[in-house]
């Protein structure tokens, strides 16, 4: 089993940025693949972006056009998800997840172990 556990919402002002971070507990990640997911209210949780094991391989939403980056620390069994340029429709509470295999992919039934989310709430 991995715990993982989001940290780093908050509120900011249209144009900020935040560093959302995902620390896994339970068994390195270092094998797995790990995604960034979100939900708005009323909506389904989407993809916003997926790191594979090694850190080699990103992929990230097309809606996003370059604002986000995904990172991990492997030796820490950390991930990160640094968000600029944020706007009201980045609003939605966070979801850091996890995939038993090492390649990245978009559905959201290919991960394994979720977090708890954490709540970004962007002001315009």
């Known amino acids: 089993q991995v715990q993982l556990v989001e940290s780093g919402g908050g509120l900011v002002q249209a144009g900020g940025s935040l560093r959302l971070a995902c620390a896994a507990s339970?068994?390195?990640?270092?094998?797995?693949?790990m995604g960034w997911f979100r939900q708005a209210p009323g909506k389904e949780r989407e993809v916003v972006a997926g790191i594979s094991w090694s850190g080699s391989i990103t992929d990230y939403a097309d809606l996003l056009e370059g604002r986000f980056t995904i990172s991990r620390d492997n030796g820490k069994n950390l991930v990160y998800l640094q968000m600029n340029s944020l706007k009201p429709e980045d609003t939605a509470v966070y979801y850091c997840a996890a995939r038993r295999f090492g390649a990245v992919v978009a559905s959201l039934k290919e991960y394994a172990w979720w977090g708890q989310g954490t709540q970004v709430t962007v002001s315009s």
């Open positions: 339970g068994r390195t990640i270092t094998n797995y693949a």
